[in-house]
């Protein structure tokens, strides 16, 4: 059974950053895409980033130019660094991984203070 299980949430000020991490196991292959959505109170779940097994990356536009995804080495784990934070950032960060089906982390909190 695929776990995925995010971590580096917390609360933050303004103009600072985070990294989150999610490490996706249960799994003999590698996924064909990782990714990251947020959903913040009283909104619907939106895209951040997602990144092919080649590489190829997607970026929501509020988070282009602030915001990194990247993937680890064994190819089951995946980054986004999330830099020049905004209190309208404030969400649960949920990471994502994209075999035949699409496999939800349970999310974690991050705080964005003004």
């Known amino acids: 059974q695929v776990q995925l299980v995010e971590s580096g949430g917390g609360l933050v000020q303004a103009g600072g950053s985070l990294r989150l991490s999610c490490v996706a196991s249960g799994s003999r292959f590698s996924f064909s895409a990782m990714g990251w959505y947020r959903q913040a109170p009283g909104k619907q779940r939106e895209l951040v980033a997602t990144i092919t097994r080649a590489g190829t990356t997607n970026y929501y536009d509020s988070a282009k130019g602030r915001f990194t995804i990247s993937r680890g080495n064994a190819q089951n784990t995946v980054f986004l660094q999330m830099d020049s934070l905004k209190p309208e950032d404030t969400a649960v960060y949920y990471c994502?991984?994209?075999?035949?089906?699409?496999?939800w982390g349970q999310g974690t909190q991050v705080t964005v203070s003004s």
């Open positions: 994502t991984a994209d075999s035949s089906y699409r496999y």
